[in-house]
């Protein structure tokens, strides 16, 4: 059974930056990609980005600017740093699983909500 | 305008069949493909419900199946149960390697 652990900060001022962190157990860390997926408040699901454990990554257009995606597959964790964070970043973040194909995320961590405010 | 358009909201009562529409935009350059449900109760993280338009993963009942007919991908839940009420979302793999999702659609189960 995959599971998905991911933490990080929950409250930032604007102008800080965003970190968390997912880590990978039962699963084959280096056979999928891996991606960062959030939901602010009463609004939809918004795709991050993804990585492999080659460090290859995709981002969404909108964000592209100020995220980055990192891998660490000596520990089978994978990274979400977003910079210069405003109100409108608040929402709750999802590390998951990509499973088949570019969007069958099967697997999920359990989220946090991140907070930005002064 | 949205890549994927969704109803806002759907119902049905229990025994019931509903569908659950997701139109691509004409803007969107490219196929249409890769096409996931997801269902997100609240305060829960989404599940995968179905993958590339028509596949379930293991674990999800077969009254959940999607389709995809020119721009419009569908999924159809039947024999509705209460514990199916929920979001729902639609996802495509889009452009120059990016994931978008619908906004959404509400289902009540009446």
Not at chain 1, 97 to 110: I, M, P, T
Not at chain 2, 8 to 24: K, L, N, Y
Not at chain 2, 28 to 41: D, L, R
Not at chain 2, 62 to 86: C, H, P, V
Request: include cysteine; aromatic fraction near 12%.
């Amino acid at each position: 059974q995959v599971q998905l652990q991911q933490w990080g900060a929950g409250l930032l001022k604007p102008s800080e930056t965003l970190s968390l962190t997912c880590a990978v157990y039962d699963a084959s860390f280096s056979d999928y990609y891996w991606s960062w997926i959030r939901q602010a408040p009463g609004t939809g699901l918004e795709w991050i980005g993804n990585i492999n454990h080659s460090g290859s990554t995709n981002y969404n257009p909108s964000l592209n600017s100020r995220v980055t995606i990192s891998v660490d597959t000596s520990k089978n964790q994978f990274s979400l740093t977003l910079t210069s964070v405003t109100a409108a970043d608040t929402a709750v973040y999802y590390c998951a699983r990509v499973a088949h194909l570019w969007n069958s995320f099967e697997n999920w961590g359990q989220g946090i909500l991140v907070t930005v405010s002064s | 305008q949205p890549a994927l358009t969704q109803p806002a909201s759907v119902s049905g009562s229990p025994g019931q069949s509903i569908t659950i529409s997701c139109t691509r935009s004409s803007s969107e350059v490219g196929a249409y493909h890769y096409v996931s449900w997801f269902q997100v109760h609240p305060g829960k993280a989404p599940k995968l419900m179905i993958y590339d338009v028509s596949n379930r993963p293991s674990g999800v009942p077969d009254r959940f199946s999607g389709s995809k007919s020119g721009n419009t991908a569908s999924l159809t839940i039947s024999g509705l149960q209460t514990e199916d009420e929920a979001d729902y979302y639609c996802s495509s793999y889009s452009s120059f390697n990016t994931v978008v999702f619908g906004g959404g659609t509400k289902l009540s189960v009446l």
